[in-house]
Structure formats: structure tokens, C-alpha cells
């Protein structure tokens, strides 16, 4: 693994860094990341910039001057773009887990009463297997304004590290942990808690 450099190039025999040195490599995987399939909307009267607009319902908006319901649309997944009220920020997001629970949500407000419907407000969560680590991750993990190493020892490979945005707790990440710990943390992100009541003086914080 190497961090802080970035490719250059793919070669015949691997691929070159933007540092200059050359690793050799049988085959190579390009990760670019993915994009929302909203080419078909395109002529729709729907926003459909970095996925379909939807509100806190998962009901699709049209924007004129103010959002206003397009009536019956409702989006989910990966391809939805969506006002959460837990984070109060638009997010969309491509787990696994998050399309699940999202199209469930959207069912159930596209078959309700208007006065009916719930917002829908996860905490978002992932988690990967790298080895014999397992990483897990609760909450909004971007534009944060500090992270801190809450418990555990980065350099044994088994620690949680906190988020704050504002001085709210947004996210956990944890690596080699027990659930139980994962578990409190998610909690202490879902009720809103404050920086200060979630972390106060603990932690190593980096910016």
C-alpha cells in the first residue's frame, strides 16, 4: 500500500507513481469511483445533478425557485440525493446497507397519507474486512472539522476515532473493535450528542 502519491501511469509491467517509482504489478484494478445512472431523466423536469433530488421523504423535488414535489416520485439507493434531518445536510450514499433500508423507507412514505409519511434520518454505516481487520464506520464522515482518537492505540491497529462538524459528534470510525464499543458510539451520533459530552478532553485530535 502506498499513501500520499498518486498513479501516473499504467504501464506494461505495472504502473508508475507521480514520485517516479515503478511498481510492478501482474494485473492491475482501477478504482475511479461511480456515478449516478440518471442519464434517462435527463428530459424528466427533475434536479438531477449528483443524483436525483429528493427531500427528507425520499420524494423527489422540482426546483424552480424553491423545491416543490414532483408528485408520487420517490427515489432510493445509490442514485438518490436526499435531505437527511439527522446530519441537516443533502447526502447520497452507495452502501450496501443504506439502499436497503432507503427503499423500504420509500415504500412505506409512497403508500402512506401525506401527513402520514417519515422522514428518513439513518445513520449511515459500512463496514470492510481487510485482512484480519475489520473497519467500521458510523455516521457523516466529510466535511468534518476535527477527528480524535477516542479509544484504543492507532498504532496497535484497534482504536475508534471521533468526528465533530460544529460542535456536534457526526461519525465514528473503528478498526479491530468490539461491537459493543461500535454500538455506543453509533447511539451517541443517532440522540445528536455534543462533541463535549461525547469526547471532552480524550483523544489525540488532528485536523
Not at 484494478?29 to 421523504?57: H, I, M
Not at 484504543?152 to 471521533?162: P, W
Amino acid at each position: 500500500m502506498r499513501t500520499g502519491v498518486s498513479v501516473s501511469e499504467v504501464t506494461d509491467g505495472g504502473v508508475r507513481l507521480a514520485d517516479g517509482e515503478q511498481v510492478e504489478a501482474d494485473e492491475v484494478l482501477v478504482a475511479v469511483g461511480s456515478l449516478p445512472n440518471t442519464e434517462w431523466l435527463a428530459d424528466s423536469g427533475l434536479p438531477v445533478g449528483d443524483g436525483v433530488l429528493c427531500d427528507r421523504y425520499c420524494e423527489a423535488v422540482r426546483e424552480s425557485r424553491r423545491p416543490q414535489r414532483a408528485g408520487a416520485l420517490y427515489a432510493a439507493g445509490g442514485v438518490a440525493r436526499w435531505d437527511n434531518p439527522l446530519f441537516g445536510t443533502p447526502m447520497r450514499i452507495e452502501h450496501r446497507t443504506n439502499a436497503a433500508e432507503q427503499g423500504m423507507a420509500a415504500a412505506r412514505n409512497l403508500l402512506a397519507a401525506p401527513e402520514a409519511r417519515k422522514p428518513f434520518a439513518p445513520v449511515p454505516y459500512f463496514w470492510s474486512d481487510q485482512y484480519d481487520m475489520r473497519i467500521q464506520a458510523y455516521g457523516h464522515l466529510r466535511g468534518h472539522d476535527e477527528v480524535a482518537v477516542v479509544e484504543g492505540d492507532v498504532s496497535g491497529r484497534r482504536f475508534v476515532a471521533a468526528y465533530r462538524r460544529g460542535e456536534r459528534l457526526v461519525g465514528a470510525l473503528a478498526v479491530g473493535m468490539p461491537p459493543k464499543s461500535v454500538r455506543t458510539w453509533r447511539q451517541a451520533v443517532a440522540v445528536g450528542t455534543t462533541w463535549r459530552e461525547a469526547v471532552g478532553g480524550a483523544g489525540t485530535a488532528t485536523a
